[in-house]
């Protein structure tokens, strides 16, 4: 009996095996299994987004990152990424978050740090035009000083680009509705009133996305501490130099103990003794600098003047954004309170033509009344006097 020989694979084929998916289909007794190549698994990469990552000199990348990922890499709440969700219809928020920002304002849905902006990848053209204009601010801004920090200069774009676009919006919006309103003034019809009952849902519509910008912004202004959340540059140069000063402590700790050791070889229940007494005053002497740190940003963060200026510039746009509304639903309101004047002047009109017409008819009845009367005495009076006479000459 032949033996079977073994199969030989090659590295290229091992490789391509790995890359690729086997799955079983089972018929019978015996299960075949079918190799497809390029046919990934069912639930491979599930949840994985595209994000454009934005660096802090200008240079962006399209990156495929899923939402647990990018929770690590930005330390954020599950709940704070539904906000950046596409599927979902979220009013405009901004949260102030221990390492990012969080913004989804209209279109533009992203996750600011210190260190980059994570934004989402789509083809709309608000999204494109916050890439654009942010890398652009960015490569021209190497060479110059600023004294905005990274993420309140991205976040300043999406406020500007967020206004920009509701005011445009509120604009088109006034070219459209001003010619019918006063066509409606001047002749009512069924035509114009429905264009204008469309433009007024399209003004409710429009007042509550702005007023919910309106009011973040008033938010923020009104808390001290989400502004202060916001200064991450500022936070993580204080990490930073915490985690440096912590390094120092242990390595001159180490060297110190080493320094008493070496120096006074005693016996060992002294010299043990003395180096818990360092170990105690080292540890003492790093929580001191802790609490001297945490004082440090706890008071730099009262220092809320520069975002607190800059939320102030756009919250003047937006407002004045929002007049402009409330004054075009007024000029709607005056234009029905017109048309309501002029159609209670018709009614008027109308009852006192009906009332007119009333008394025609009234008048006229009366008339006919009497001519009927009067004709029905003239008949009694014709019968009495000519029946005798008709009769006689027919007798005769």
Known sequence: MAQRESPSFSPESINSLNSSRYYGNGFGSNNTWIWVPGLKKRGHNLGSRSWIVIDPKGNSKIVELDKFTVMRRCSLPSRDLRLL?????NPSSILGREKAIVVSLEQIRCIITADEVILKNSLDGSVLQYKSELCKRLETSKDQYDDLPFEFRALELAL??????????VKELELEIYPVLDELASSISTLNLERVRRFKGHLLALTQRVQKVCDEIEHLMDDDGDMAEMYLTEKKERRDNLTNSDSCDQI??????KVVSMSAPVSPVGSSSGISRLQRAFSTISSSKHGSF????????ENIDQLEMLLEAYFVVIDNTLNKLLSLKEYIEDTEDLININLGNVQNQLIQFELLLTAATFVATVFAVVTAVFGLIDLKVILGYDLPHTVASLLQ
């Open 85 to 89: 969700d596409p599927l979902f219809i």
């Open 294 to 301: 945490l004082s440090s940003s706890s008071s730099g963060g």
């Open 252 to 257: 001159n700790t180490s060297e110190d103990v």
């Open 160 to 169: 500007e680009l967020t206004c920009m676009s509701l005011d445009a919006q």
